[in-house]
């Protein structure tokens, strides 16, 4: 879009920013859709269990494009949330987090879950949103946090985050379809769609899933008497 937000390979810009995903997700809600409660886990020697884990943090507002893996992208969604930067070390260091850690699992209330290199979490638009244009999340778009990460492809902006995991070995994520269709890194610069096959072939594959897709998530959501 403009040169810090260059526009990404194969991408499209969609108007509306969908409610969307792997369709099993499409009618899982979170549990408790207000409860700020993060939980911190895997590779450390205290895991923690934290009412307000941003308590103190500065809160940051940012513009920044939105790209999902099957071609569809929205431009300039304003966020409000806390960097990563700001909030990971503090979690490293509380939960005494093993020092070779490279690796951050984070676990959704909807049982999704999905895991980035802590080096690209620490980039400075990666954030903890629980904002979006100036009004608090809704459950459609992840509420009560989650993860924005704009240089990766949108299944890594985990919604609904309720747990996060250190890791020292990148976790292996289930079932083992998920595994195929994630890339390790998901940056889309690199147009790191998925594993085995290059990003321009899956381009074109995952295309004529998006409409039928974001009307599945739209209709689950309806269905189940939740805020979009
Ligand atoms: N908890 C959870 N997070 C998720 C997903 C999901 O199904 N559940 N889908 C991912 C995918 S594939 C995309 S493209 C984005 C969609 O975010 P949106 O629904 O706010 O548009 O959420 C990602 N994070
Ligand atoms: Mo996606």
Avoid: I
């Amino acid at each position: 879009m403009n040169e810090l937000r260059p526009w990404p390979p194969g991408q499209r810009p969609r108007p509306d920013f969908p409610r969307f995903g792997l369709t099993q997700y499409a009618a899982r809600f979170p549990r408790d859709a207000s409860s700020r409660r993060l939980q911190v886990g895997g590779a450390v020697e205290l895991p923690l269990d934290l009412e307000d884990a941003t308590s103190g943090l500065t809160r940051v507002e940012q513009v920044s494009d939105f790209h999902c893996v099957t071609t569809w992208s929205c431009p300039g969604l304003r966020w409000s949330g806390f960097r990563m930067a700001e909030l990971l070390p503090r979690l490293q260091q509380q939960a005494r987090a093993h020092p070779q850690s490279k690796w951050l699992l984070l676990r959704a209330q909807d049982g999704y879950r999905n895991a980035l290199l802590l080096e690209d979490l620490l980039a400075p638009d990666v954030l903890l949103a629980d904002r979006l244009n100036g009004e608090p999340l809704t459950v459609a778009h992840g509420a009560p946090w989650r993860l924005v990460a704009p240089a990766h492809y949108g299944y890594k902006s985990v919604k609904h985050v309720k747990g996060l995991d250190f890791s020292v070995e990148a976790p292996a994520l289930k079932p083992a379809w998920l595994r195929f269709m994630n890339h390790p890194r998901g940056r889309v610069a690199l147009e790191e769609r998925g594993r085995g096959l290059p990003g321009w072939l899956l381009r074109g594959l995952y295309r004529p899933l998006v409409v039928p897709t974001a009307a599945y998530f739209k209709r689950a959501l309806a269905t189940a008497g939740r805020s979009g």
